[in-house]
């Protein structure tokens, strides 16, 4: 396997460069990172919705000028619509054709051996994300998202193909590109994955940031927020989370809560201003009333 000089040189260089993405770490994540990288290993990052999990595999993608390939996982997902499929519909036209076709006057038609080579060729082929990142020539991020959504079947195929890169199509033969892609998995814990599966990667649990590192996202995101803006959002929603809540606000709300309050022109956040965004926050009507039991805002936070 050949060596790009994409790849990260040291555990700052990631920092560095996926700081430089819009991505911003901490020690668990640049370690991982970079040992997945030298290990030649896979990642499975698991934690909660919205805390950064997808968007860990496109900041390395963005960080190594790699391509990204997704495969976005989702319950009934099969090789078909994740390695690659047969153009049928390509192949009867090529069938039709080599008859002789419905043409007037055509005669006879073409060997069956020379159409047959032609039906299991490349033109026929329907690459899907995997196969495109496993036969790719380039520096390539592989994205398995939200594998938990797969059935166990589909795992073990997985599985298969993350211990050797290459896979098998009866065809075509064995199929290996000149480069292993990077690979992130991620997963919500919606279900155990194997242990076999487990053992193949390395773990990052990504859980809600600490309210440092939240307010510089805040800060990194959405630039315009003024810093006493991020400061005292982040702390809010940190409340927030330590309530018991169907839905706990993720980065993305707090996200999306910092760009509606610029929008409607706050640059502080009292009880009124924050009853009246808590929808921005909260998707569940129980969280909201349990939120504006709970919510007390003090006029002057402080950071520490
Ligand atoms: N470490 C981070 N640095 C910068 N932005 C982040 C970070 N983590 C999360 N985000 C922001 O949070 C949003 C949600 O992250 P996402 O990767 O979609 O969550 P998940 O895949 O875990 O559900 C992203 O669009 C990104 O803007
Ligand atoms: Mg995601």
Redesign the pocket.
Known sequence: MSRSNAEFTGVVDVRDRLTEA????DASIETVVYLAERLGKPILVE??????????AK?VATARGADLVRLQCYEGLDEAKALYEWNYKKQLLRITHARGGETPGAEGGEAWDEVEDDLFGEDYLMERPLLRALRSTTDTVLLI?EVDKVDFEFEALLLEILSDFQVTIPELGTVTGTKHPFVVL?S?NSRELSEALKRRCLYLY?DY?TLE?ERD?VM??VPEAPEALADQLVRIVRSLRQLELKKPP???ET?DWARTLLELGFDTIDEDVARGTMNVLLKYQQDVQKANQHLRISPRPEMN
């Open positions: 819009g991505y911003l770490v934690g909660p919705a919205g805390v950064g999990k997808t968007e860990l900041a998202d991620t919500n990504l940031p590192r996202i990194s995101r993720s980065i993305s996200l």
